[in-house]
């Protein structure tokens, strides 16, 4: 498995590229704003002869799915996710303007409504889904149990956890969802998160201080 990761937008999101031996690829939380940030995806996939199969979400919030519209547009694919968090994707410019940020385009309902247990296939590889509600209503996470990976969003990050401090989010929801359907994978799983650098699962299930 291949995989490169982009860093977009000011609130510094992790956008993930996946592909195998087939050039079949998968696109997890496209959170580019600028027009510099679309054109390195594009010039990017372009430029290694990839084929976008699928474009998921971790969750709806908008520092990640700043890009659905582009990803729908330049590639041809729609965006899956969770509907739980729908709300924040219908009024995304009205939330993105309180930090100042300008946002008139519009994010399409997901193409395909995803649930744990889920499976998104590209190539000759497959990504389970894995609810983790908690930091938001419809977090899910993605297990590519063949290569070890695990996409968790703003679920887990190293040495840390998602805020809670949002209306819809919960505290104790999100604790039990690490516990139970995180920490329940091998320990060598790699953690990519929404934001910031990798860890991994028996290192937060030791270490991560949020989670004791």
């Not at 694919?77 to 709300?87: L, M, P, Q």
């Not at 840390?160 to 994978?185: C, M, V, W, Y």
């Amino acid at each position: 498995m291949e995989l490169k990761v982009f860093e977009f937008n000011p609130i510094q999101v992790n956008c993930y590229l996946l592909w195998d031996e087939t050039k079949e690829a998968l696109l997890i939380d496209c959170g580019c704003l600028f027009e510099h940030e679309q054109e390195e995806l594009e010039r990017f996939v372009e430029s290694n002869g990839l084929t976008i199969k699928h474009y998921v979400n971790t969750h709806l919030h908008f520092d990640h799915i700043f890009g659905n519209p582009f990803v729908e547009k330049v590639f041809g694919v729609k965006a899956e996710a969770n509907d739980g968090d729908w709300k924040w994707a219908e009024n995304i410019s009205e939330r993105v303007a309180r930090f100042g940020l300008l946002y008139n385009d519009k994010i399409s309902f997901p193409q395909r409504v995803l649930h744990d247990g889920d499976i998104v296939s590209f190539g000759n590889s497959k990504a389970e889904v894995i609810a983790v509600p908690g930091h938001s209503p419809g977090s899910l996470a993605y297990y590519i149990k063949e290569s070890n990976m695990v996409f968790t969003g703003d679920a887990l990050f190293r040495d840390s956890i998602g805020r809670t401090d949002f209306p819809d989010s919960n505290h104790a929801q999100l604790i039990k969802s690490i516990k139970e359907r995180l920490f329940t994978l091998p320990h060598d799983t790699v953690v990519y998160p929404g934001h910031s650098d990798p860890t991994t699962i028996g290192y937060e299930a030791e270490y991560n201080f949020f989670v004791k």
